[in-house]
């Protein structure tokens, strides 16, 4: 045999050296094995297999299997399974099954199945399945499924269904022909033409034609040409062409060209303010959540839909975001081309009870094409919550039915409990309660001039000092009355002011008065059913002004009056009664500030006092003087027609509305003359009044918003009357008196001076 020639004759040969140049591989059978340090090199046909320890470089064919733990190195064509745990390199082709413990690379092909626990690399074409535990790097085709639970890099071709095991990571880059299922961390931007099934982690940067199944995290930056049903994370930032079913989580934007069917939820996600296009129908179901960003002026999240859609439920949950601050405003948040219909189940509330706004709500206004989150005082606490005494709480609840373009509304909603009272009591329009006390109260002056007049003396203008109206009246000396027609004109005239106390609702109260009467009566000696009768009629004039200083609101009115009066006596015993109308002509004006608001309003309108009264008393003579107990009753209605107030955003309306009360007065007069044809005179009562001593005013807001009843300061229950006066008369027919009136109460006082003249003809 030449010399260096290596020949294994039999089963079990071993080569311990170097082939010889022009050694015939055919000349080996059985199992060659390389030992560590020796290289075979294979131009021919090996038919055997091989067991490599050392370096094995294959340049032909070998018709056995492979097994090499050391260099492994074909270009040309092993009909076997090879085995690598060393370092291989495959530019050739493997007819066979392939297992890597170690290192393999290759740009050749391999017609079998690869199963890789080591480090698998190349551009080679695998015609077979391919199992990863290791780390693979396809940069060829593979013709079969893949199995991956460990790192495998995808840059060429898969023509089979791929699929990456929990734990396992995979990075397509290259084109997959087949379904992928992951369970594992799956990312790339290659292209995958089949379904993709994930319950792992998915980042898509590239395309899918099939569609997604996600039941786990699954991000696509890229194309999905197919319906996506998403029961995990879903994160869009590319492209669907197909249906998108969530039970899950949805979040990102990107474009849908197709429907989107949500039962889970859906957010835009982090960062600015996003708009979601979606090219076909959308459905919110029950269950579901529609997550929206708000922030400056109306900026929001959005989906725009080139189809309809259909609410049958579902949350929408407000974020405040970038810009935000609270206040009054809309945020367009769903539109349609096809329409809206149905509705959310509500949205969510991050103000109302407990937080800095409690007055500041969210609700959903719906369009025909639209919806939109309004912030406003909707799904907030109602302003009547922060009242403290019931006109707070009535102006409360006035309140709450302000239409959202209220300036007033705007200003409100941002109060907190601490602020809101004194808020409400400005906006009460308490004011048009209290104008009812005025004329209530200041009713007794006409009243008084009346009976005065019909008894002839105390503080109103007497008849005649010294001659009794009737006979045996409380004049001081007897003189012959005329018989039958004995007209008198007399006049009298009062100023006064008065006050009346708050009650822990309405606020204090002050008013002013001044006016004057005239009037013309006639005695009759023998008037109907007998004894001595007075007729008369007066009109007058008065001017009053009132202020309700804590609640910033003041007015006036003018009053013209027309009244007609009677008296008769029967010896001692006398009756008095009339009736009168007043008209008056008020004004009211009221500032309204507090914080964020600061407005005037103005109101002019009608009213008018109508009363009707009488009384009876019995005369005793007591030496010069005289001493008459008397007593009354009184019924007053004061009446006002419907107001528009102008001015602020907090103007009032009213409708046409009366108060009234019956008074009863039980007291005494008394009479003392002295010097010639002068008398002191004296009076003293008590009157209780039967009725609410606290007017009300039904009002609303002019802008909108339910009527509300506020009630004004409280007249006296039970006051004392008290008045004293001179009256002088005069020789011949003049008569002059002077005096004082006043109604005393713990809670409301009148005090006034009144004069009178008279001349008989």
Known sequence: MPAGALVAAGIGATLAGFAAPGARAQELRGTVTIESGQTYTNDDLLDASVVNEGTFINRSRVTGTVESAGTLSNSGEIAMAVSNSGDASNAGTVNSNVANSGIWNGTGSINGD???????SGSQGIVGNVANTGAFTNGGSIAGTVTNSATMTNAGLVNGAVSNAAGATFDQEGQINGNVTNAGTWSGEGQVNGVV???GTYANGGQITGGVVNSGGFTNAGVVNGPIDNTGTLALKGTVNGTLTNTGTVSGTGTLNGTFDNEGLYETGAGGFATF????????????TYVVKVGGGSASDLIAASGAITLSGGTVSFVASDGFAPGIASYTVLTADGGVTGTFAGVTNPFGAGSAYPFLGTSLAYGAKSVAVVVGHDGGVSFSAAGLTANETAAGRGADGLPLSSPLLASLVLLDFDTAPAALDAISGEIYASVKTVMQQQSLYLRQALLGRMRGGDTGTPVDATTPVYPGGPGIGPRPLAPGFAPTVWAEGYGGSGSNDGDGNAASLTSSTAGGLIGIDTALLDGPMGGLWRLGIAGGYGRSNFSADARQSSGSFSSYSLAGYAGVAYGDFALRFGAAQSWQGISIDRTVAFTGFD????????????????????????GAGSIEPYAGLAFVNASTDGLLESGSAAALKAGSQSTSNLYSTLGARFAIPFAAGFALRADIAWQHAFEDVSPEARLAFASGGAEYTVTGAPIARDALLVGAGLSYDMPGDLTLALGYSGQLSNTARENAVRGAVSVRF
Do not use: C
Not at 609 to 621: K, N
């Open 197 to 199: 099934t994930n319950s």
């Open 277 to 288: 296009l979606v090219g076909g129908d959308v459905a919110f179901r029950t269950g579901s």
């Open 599 to 622: 407005g005037t309003n103005h109101a002019g309108y009608d009213g008018g006092t109508t009363q009707v009264f009488g009384e009876t008393g019995y005369r005793f003579t007591i």
């Open 114 to 120: 690869v199963t890789n626990s080591g480090t698998f």
